[in-house]
């Protein structure tokens, strides 16, 4: 069955640049979320969307922007990157909004992102 | 908003015993809780999850409880083998659709 695809894999930018990742959810799946994972510690929620609008809000720096598009993918957008910004960030789709829907999370594997 | 507490933080068992692991969740909305089991490196990956109309749930080696009173749920794993070493994780689904983790738990299995 077909997974949450996210790209690039692994990503070395420099302080101060710019990042864009891309996720593509699991096809039929309308509610893509964004999470980030540092070393040792839990994914943190930083934003969801629903229907190709922004459905919740976490811990997202302003620095950071996401969007969803027409054919549902998504694109978390990172600029004047820190040092801080070195983790793990995971995508992950469901149908409707999971949570009290009830309906599963899947997670894609995932983005290294290194910010030297 | 939602927060969830979850311990113990480590739990280290030897193989063929049982492993339990607790969280709590503040937000008496929510009614959606996974738990995914986590290795180095990798995605989480769902293991089983509960919806409040249910009290338990088991799959195999594997069981789940909740409590919606105490606002309460607990992982039981018996018969650990090794393999079953990970971080393991809950999570609360919030009111928008979201999940809030626990902090996870790192779960060895001695053989």
């Known amino acids: 069955a077909a997974g949450v695809i996210q790209s690039p894999r692994h990503l070395i930018k420099e302080k101060r640049e710019t990042a864009t990742l891309k996720c593509y959810p699991i096809?039929?799946?309308?509610?893509v979320y964004w999470y980030q994972q540092g070393p040792g510690q839990d994914p943190q929620f930083l934003i969801s969307?629903?229907?190709?609008?922004?459905?919740d809000k976490g811990s997202i720096p302003d620095r950071f922007s996401a969007q969803q598009f027409s054919d549902y993918h998504s694109e978390l957008n990172m600029s004047s990157l820190e040092l801080g910004d070195s983790a793990l960030y995971f995508c992950?789709?469901?149908?409707?909004?999971?949570?009290?829907?009830?309906?599963?999370?899947?997670f894609g594997e995932g983005s290294w992102l290194t910010v030297v | 908003g939602e927060n969830v507490e979850q311990h113990p933080s480590t739990l280290s068992v030897q193989e063929g015993d049982s492993a339990v692991i607790k969280c709590t969740y503040s937000?008496?909305?929510?009614?959606?809780f996974p738990w995914y089991k986590q290795e180095l490196g990798k995605r989480p990956q769902l293991i089983i999850d509960?919806?409040?109309?249910?009290g338990e749930k088991k799959d195999q080696r594997i069981a789940v409880t909740l409590n919606k009173t105490a606002k309460h749920f607990s992982l039981h794993i018996t018969e650990t083998q090794p393999e079953d070493s990970a971080v393991y994780f809950c999570?609360?689904?919030?009111?928008?659709?979201?999940?809030?983790f626990g902090k996870g738990t790192k779960l060895s299995v001695k053989p």
């Open positions: 999570a609360a689904g919030g009111s928008q659709g979201n999940l809030i």
């Open positions: 937000d008496s909305a929510s009614n959606y």
């Open positions: 992950a789709s469901s149908l409707e909004g999971a949570g009290n829907s009830g309906n599963t999370i899947y």
């Open positions: 969307f629903y229907e190709k609008m922004q459905s």
């Open positions: 096809p039929r799946h309308d509610t």
């Open positions: 509960i919806r409040s109309n249910v």
